[in-house]
Nanobody, 124 residues
Framework: QEQLVQSGGGSVQAGDSLTLSCTAS????????VGWFRQRPSVDPEFVAA????????YYADSVLGRFTISRDNAKNTVFLQMNRLKPEDTAVYYC?????????????????WGQGTQVTVSS
């Protein structure tokens, strides 16, 4: 059974860094894109970043461009989200997800498997 297990997250101060991990078990990422989304209080879920698993292309929301980096470790079937220069507005529950083949990496509805979510809290 496919499962995405997330780790990382926590509470930090503004300007600090955190790394989130997302590991797939029961399947390989090999033919899909993997993305990160976040759910902030009272805000619709939003796209954060994605990586094309076969071509390595990366995609970022404007709000995180230059601060966040998505990367992958094929051998470990793991995707990372390195978050630098965190801001209070980055506070959210972060979810990783596996996209369907050929889907739009920025579109939430094109993702079919989701991790359990992890809380990131950034204090000013």
């Amino acid at each position: 059974q496919e499962q995405l297990v997330q780790s990382g997250g926590g509470s930090v101060q503004a300007g600090d860094s955190l790394t989130l991990s997302c590991t797939a078990s029961g399947r390989s990422f090999s033919t899909y894109s993997v993305g990160w989304f976040r759910q902030r209080p009272s805000v619709d879920p939003e796209f954060v970043a994605a990586i094309g698993w076969t071509n390595g292309n990366t995609y970022y929301a404007d709000s995180v461009l230059g601060r966040f980096t998505i990367s992958r470790d094929n051998a470990k079937n793991t995707v990372f989200l390195q978050m630098n220069r965190l801001k209070p507005e980055d506070t959210a529950v972060y979810y990783c997800a596996v996209g369907r083949y050929g889907g739009n990496p920025r579109r939430q509805s094109d993702y079919v498997y989701w991790g359990q979510g992890t809380q990131v809290t950034v204090s000013s």
